[in-house]
């Protein structure tokens, strides 16, 4: 009789854990869906008709990406020693 309440306890804590889990693994893949979806529709794809339009689209990216590497360290000072 101990035995069968023994498994059946065991049973019922597997059950529960099992249902927290998929839980919880829903719940990050949704939030990752989410993320990638917000990040995404607030600008949407450029269509490049020409080479030249290729061309300047790649330097338009370049430019902005190299805007914010310059930008990036006196913000990571700033959080290292705020400044008064």
Not at 67 to 80: C, E, F, G, T, V
Request: aromatic share 2%; hydrophobic share 40%; proline share 7%.
């Amino acid at each position: 009789m101990r035995g069968l309440f023994s498994l059946v306890g065991l049973l019922a804590v597997l059950a529960i854990v099992g249902l927290v889990a998929r839980q919880q693994l829903t719940n990050a893949a949704n939030q990752r869906a989410l993320a990638s979806t917000a990040s995404g529709a607030s600008t949407p794809a450029p269509q490049v008709a020409t080479p030249q339009q290729g061309q300047q689209l790649q330097k338009q990216v370049q430019d902005d990406v190299n805007k914010l590497m310059q930008s990036r360290p006196a913000d990571i000072d700033q959080q290292i020693e705020p400044k008064p």
